[in-house]
C-alpha cells in the first residue's frame, strides 16, 4: 500500500517496520491515552512480542462497510506504545494504549503470524505568526466550551485542558476525540496532515454537534414543560375528584370527560376544532349529570368525536380497471365515462387535486343516480346519497345552532358521519327541486359547498368550526337546468344525458334490466328468454319515454307473470314472443299516429323538448266566420302564442306568393290549438310547425305524415336555432318519422346525435320557411319568395 505526502506542514518521515492492529470502529488519535481490548490470538501473539521488543505497535482504522474475514486498511494510522497489559483467565489481552504519532502506511511487509507493515511517521510542523491558524484556535475552543456546557456525559475538566494546549494540529485531536462522532468524521481529521485543514475540519464537526445540541435541548425543553403541564392536569383532576366525592356527586362524570377526551385526542381534530372541544370539555365537567345542558354539551363533543377528520379511503387510480367498471355497469354513456377517467387521470398525476363538482343532467331513468354508484366503485371510494327534492329549509344543509332546541348538523355532516370518511362519493340526487320559504334558501347554502374553492372551509352552523370538505367528490343530478339558480348551475360542470334510442334500449335490457328482473324474481335463463322482435315491441308500444325506468317495470311484469308459472309447476321454459306479448302485458299502450293526425290539412307534426325527454306534438289550425280573430288554445305560453301571431303575420304578408287569395283572411277566425290540453306548452321552437300548418290549412294541402320540424321562425320567414335538438331527434325517431326539418344553424348539434339515429332519419337542414315548406308538402317545389 503506497502512501502520498497530504500537507505542506508533513515533514521529517521516518519509515520504520511494526506489527499492525487493525481497528473497526474506533480511531486513535496521537498524545491520547484509550484502554483497548485484544481477543485474537494472533493479536494476542503480537502484543507479546511488542513488549518483548520496543512496545511500539500500529494501529490502522479499517475501512467502513467491511466484513468480518475482508481487510481494507485506510492509507493513515497513529503509531502507538503499549503503556500496561493484562492478561484474564481466558488469555484475552487488556491494554492500556498511548498515541505517539501519525503514520502513513506504506507497505504491509507480512501477514503471518500477524500484520506486519512499514510505516512513516509524519509530524506536524505549524508556520510561526500565522494568524488565520490562531483565529481557528480562539473559535474552536470557544465553541467547545459551549458544547460541554450543552452536553452532560463531557466532563467540565476538558474546558480548563484544553485552553491549556498550545499546539493547534494536538488542540484539534483533542477536541474531537472527545466527540461522539461516527470514525469517519474522527478519521477525516486524522487523515488531515494540514495543520490549518485540520482545524477548519475539526470545527465544521464541532459547529454540527453544536447545533444538535441546541435542537435536543430545545426538544428536552418543550418535554419538560409537557409532562409537568400533565402531571398539574392529573393533580388539578384528582383533587377535582376528591370534591365531588365530598359533594356525593360520584367520579362518572369524571370519568366520562377523561373517555370523550381521550377519543377526540384519537381522532387528530385541527387545532380550532380542539380548541372548540376543549371549551366544551371545560364546561362539561363543571356541570352536573343531571343538568339538561349537561346533555347537550355532549351530544356536541359525540358529533365532534364521530366526524371523519381524518379517515379516508385510498384512490384506486388504475385506469384500465375503472373503464372496465364504468363499461360492466352501463351502456353507452361514453361522454360521462370519458370524464370520469380524465378525472381519476389527473388525480393520479396530481394527488391533491380538489374534488371537481359535477352535474348529471337529463330525463328520468337514463341512469344518473347508478351511474354514481359505479363512479364509487371504480374509485374504491364509498358511495353516500342524500335527495333534495322538496327541501325548502337552509338547516338541512347548514344545520341548526346549539342555542336551539333538538338542533342538529346539516345533512351534509349527517352524510359524513354516517358513511365515516372524508373523502366519499357524494350524490345531491335532484338538485333542481329545492325550493325556499321563509326559513331561507337551500340553494343558497349550497354555494360554499359546491365551489371547491370554499368548501375546504365549509363550516356548519351546528358545529360552528370548519370540516373540510375539498377531498369530497360531488354529483348532483338534476332532470332540468333552468330550475337551478345561476350561481349555483356555474359552481357546477354540467354533463349532459340525452335519451336512448332504440337500439341502445335493447342492449340496455339484454345487458342489464333483463339479468336483474330475472334474478329479483327467482328465475334463471332457464325459465324465461325474450326474442329480439318482442323486446322491440315492448319497448316502442308498452313504453314511451327518454329513459328506461318504465322499460324495467315491463320485464317486471312479465318475469311476475312467469314467475307465478313456475311456481305452479311449469317446467318448459317461456319464451316471449310477439303473440305471447298480450298475454303477460295486454293490449298495446302506444300506436303511431302521425299518419292519421295529419291526413287532414291544417295539420303539422312539431317537436318539443321536455324534462322527460323529446316529444313529438301536433298543431292543429282551422277557420271559420268571424271578426278575423286569432283563437289560440292547449294551455300555451306567451312565446308560443307570440310566435304563431309571427307566423300568421308573415303568411299573410306572402299571401300572393303562396297563391292564397286575400279574401281568405278577411272576415276569417283562424284557432290553432295544441293537443294535450291540460299539459302546459312553451318557447318558440314550434314557429315553423305553426306556419306549416296554417299554411296547409290556407292551400289546402295536407303535410307529409313522415315528416316532423322544429324551429323558430322570424316575420322575415327565416328559421332560427333553438334548443334540445339530440332530444328532438331521438323522439321523431321513436315516433317512427323518417324526415325530420331543422334550423341550418343547428347543424353543429347533430353530433351529439346517435350515428344509427342520423342514419335511420333523413335530416333537412334549412334557413327559410318556404324550403320547409317545400319538404313539408307533396308535390313540386315552389318558388322562393323574395325577402
Known sequence: MEGTNHGQNATRETVREVPLIPSRGMVLFPHMVVPWSVEDPGLVRLVDDALAADRTIAVVPVSPGQREGEL?????????????????DEGHAKLLLQGVSRIRVLKITGDEPYLRANVASVADEVPEGDIEIRALVVNLRQLFVRVLELAPNLPGELGGIVNTVDDPGVLADIVVSHLNIPPEEKQAVLEAFDVKRRLEIALGILAQQHEIL????????KVKNQVEKTQKEFYLREQLKAIRRELGEGEEGGDEVQEIREKLEAKGLPETAMEEAERELARLARMHPSSSEYTV????????????????????????????????????????????????????????????????????????????KSIARAMGRKFLRISLGGVRDEAEIRGHRRTYVGAMPGRIIQGLRKVGVNNPVFMLDEIDKLGMDFRGDPASA?????DPEQNATFTDHYLGVEFDLSKVLFIATANVLDAIPGPLLDRMEVIELAGYTLEEKLQIARKYLIPRQLEAHGLTRAHLTFDKRALERLITAYTREAGVRNLEREIAAVCRGVAKEVAKGRTEKVRIRLSSLQEYLGPARYESE???????????????????????????????????????????GEVMKESAQTALSYIHSKAAEYKIPEEAFQDQNIHIHVPAGAIPKDGPSAGV????????????????????????????????????????????????????????RNAKDLEDVPEPVRKALTLHLVSKLDDAAAIAFRGERRKKPRD
Request: glycine residues 10%; contains cysteine; proline residues 6%.
Open 689 to 744: 310547425t305553426i306556419a306549416v300548418a296554417l299554411l296547409s290549412l290556407f292551400t289546402d294541402r295536407p303535410v307529409r305524415p313522415e315528416v316532423a320540424m322544429t324551429g323558430e321562425i322570424s316575420l322575415r320567414g327565416l328559421l332560427l336555432p333553438v334548443g334540445g335538438i339530440k332530444e328532438k331527434v331521438l323522439a321523431a325517431h321513436r315516433a317512427g318519422i323518417k324526415e325530420v326539418i331543422l334550423p341550418r
Open 72 to 88: 481494507d486498511l485506510r492509507p493513515v494510522g497513529t503509531l502507538a506504545l503499549i503503556l500496561r497489559m493484562a492478561k484474564d
Open 214 to 221: 441546541e435542537l435536543g435541548k430545545k426538544i428536552q425543553g
Open 446 to 450: 349550497l354555494l360554499e359547498v359546491l
Open 594 to 636: 302521425v299518419a292519421e293526425r295529419t291526413r287532414l290539412p291544417g295539420v303539422a307534426t312539431g317537436l318539443a323538448w321536455t324534462p322527460t325527454g323529446g316529444e313529438i306534438l301536433f298543431i292543429e289550425a282551422t277557420k271559420m266566420k268571424g271578426p278575423n280573430r286569432l283563437i289560440l288554445t292547449g294551455k300555451l
Open 297 to 372: 354539551a355532549r351530544t356536541y363533543l359525540d358529533w365532534l368525536a364521530e366526524l371523519p377528520w381524518s379517515e379516508a379511503t385510498e384512490d384506486h387510480l388504475d385506469i384500465d380497471r375503472a373503464e372496465r367498471i364504468l363499461d360492466e355497469d352501463h351502456y353507452d354513456l361514453e361522454k360521462v365515462k370519458k370524464r370520469i377517467l380524465e378525472y381519476l387521470a389527473v388525480r393520479k398525476l396530481k394527488p391533491d387535486l380538489k374534488g371537481p363538482i359535477l352535474c348529471f343532467a337529463g330525463p328520468p331513468g337514463t341512469g344518473k343516480t347508478s351511474l354514481g
